[in-house]
């Protein structure tokens, strides 16, 4: 026995054998249905941490799906709420646009922005009516923020506008609050200038500034922007007025064009 033991402890390798041996021996003379009950105990303890293993491995394969599945979900719905975002967007913008329509002294035609032209200032712009729409030249064009332009040219279904940031384009107005007139244009950088301005005349910081209707293009009475300063000029008789448009145009997707007036007086407008 003595020997036995060391052969096993310069052999540990053997122990494995040993203890299958054993185990054999012990079997053998046990009763057939207690070596049943030994066998199945040793199998599902043999085999208890695979089958644990499979089951997790099922778990893990099943949970990979259902976020595969949601993942699928979401990307669905954020598609579906950004339609939804941009068609609120646009119903809001076509809401103020139809407010602005019922209080106009003509029917306003709806066009979409086509396309505008390259690099700051913006000069020109394509919207989506033309003849087909009894679009000509010389048609006032609006957004719900105030005037963008006028038409200029016009095919059977697209218009060339021409913005008011195009030094070319000039607009008779007037400040709302003091009555003081003035030509609209544009001189450089971010703003508009309203010219020609008696210097006697109040411009504060906040009026606004809309159209007198001289010229024949542009009804009265409608919005272009608002005063954020003004400048003397060295001859002292009159002012130039610095004005920030109402429109922005470089985030325009819908406007509407306005019949021409046919008053022929001034024609600044054209």
Not at 83 to 106: C, K, V, W
Not at 170 to 182: D, H, L
Request: aromatic letters at 8%.
């Amino acid at each position: 026995m003595l020997n036995f033991r060391r052969g096993i402890l310069r052999n540990p390798q053997l122990i494995p054998l040993s203890i299958a041996t054993f185990v054999s021996a012990i079997l053998i003379v046990l009763p057939l249905d207690l070596k049943t009950t030994v066998s199945r105990i040793g199998t599902l303890s043999l085999l208890y941490p695979y089958s644990e293993l499979d089951r997790y491995l099922r778990r893990i394969d099943s949970t990979f799906e259902a976020n595969r599945e949601l993942s699928r979900k979401v990307d669905s719905l954020t598609v579906l709420v950004s339609r939804l975002i941009e068609n609120q967007y646009e119903n809001d913008r076509l809401r103020t646009m139809l407010g602005f329509s019922l209080h106009a002294p003509m029917r306003p035609v709806p066009a979409e922005v086509v396309a505008i032209s390259f690099g700051y200032p913006y000069k020109s712009m394509l919207i989506g009516v033309g003849t087909e729409s009894n679009i000509g030249p010389n048609m006032p064009v609006m957004s719900a923020a105030g005037i963008v332009g006028k038409t200029i040219a016009s095919g059977w279904r697209s218009a060339t506008v021409q913005l008011l940031f195009d030094p070319a384009c000039k607009v008779a107005a007037r400040i709302q609050a003091s009555r003081a007139q003035g030509i609209i244009t544009y001189t450089g950088g971010n703003y508009l200038t309203m010219r020609d301005v008696p210097i006697e005349e109040s411009a504060l910081v906040g009026d606004s500034v809309v159209t007198s209707g001289l010229g024949g293009i542009f009804p009265e009475g409608l919005f272009i922007g608002i005063v954020i300063r003004t400048e003397a000029r060295e001859s002292g008789l009159f002012r130039d007025i610095k004005v920030l448009p109402g429109a922005d145009l470089a985030a325009l997707d819908e406007v509407f064009v306005l019949p021409a007036t046919t008053t022929p007086t001034l024609q600044v407008g054209r």
